[in-house]
């Protein structure tokens, strides 16, 4: 597995997206899944960072990013996790939790002191990956109509 910086509209990026928001509607509990695309310009350095995952066979099978969002005022700097994504066959294998970390690691890169994302209650599995990787719920910090969750964790 590795891990490439591209654009989020380049042509894989986007069929990685697609992949990740038909997956997310077709999931989605509570409601109708509101898909907003990303502006990809909030995925370039310096204000973000966007990555595909790479297999061993070099086959794109994943997703993520991290794009800066409002300053958290008591912890500084912050930057959000969007879009982390991994095609079911590459589950269970530890990706999401290293591409999790490499999305931090590139944040911390970018100048964060803090990460935040939300997520939906429908996605245990993540939100156990987020909170075994020292995640800790805060109030909702956007008005994500699809999220239930939102986390945060300082980096450094």
């Not at 409601?31 to 995925?43: H, I, K, L, S």
Request: some cysteine; overall charge negative; aromatic content about 10%.
């Amino acid at each position: 597995m590795r891990f490439e910086a591209v654009a989020a509209d380049s042509v894989d990026a986007e069929r990685m997206l697609t992949e990740y928001f038909t997956s997310r509607e077709l999931g989605f509990v509570g409601g109708t899944y509101r898909v907003v695309q990303p502006d990809p310009a909030m995925f370039e350095p310096p204000a973000g960072a966007f990555l595909l995952v790479r297999d061993d066979e070099d086959q794109v099978v994943g997703c993520g990013g991290v794009r800066r969002i409002e300053d958290d005022p008591t912890a500084g700097v912050r930057y959000e996790v969007k879009h982390l994504w991994l095609r079911d066959e590459t589950r269970g294998r530890g990706w999401g939790r290293a591409l999790l970390s490499e999305l931090e690691r590139r944040a911390a890169e970018l100048g964060a002191a803090v990460v935040a994302l939300d997520t939906n209650e429908s996605l245990t599995a993540a939100g156990a990956l987020y909170r075994s990787a020292g995640y800790r719920t805060i109030e909702p910090y956007n008005e994500n109509v699809n999220a239930t969750h939102w986390y945060e964790k300082r980096l450094g």
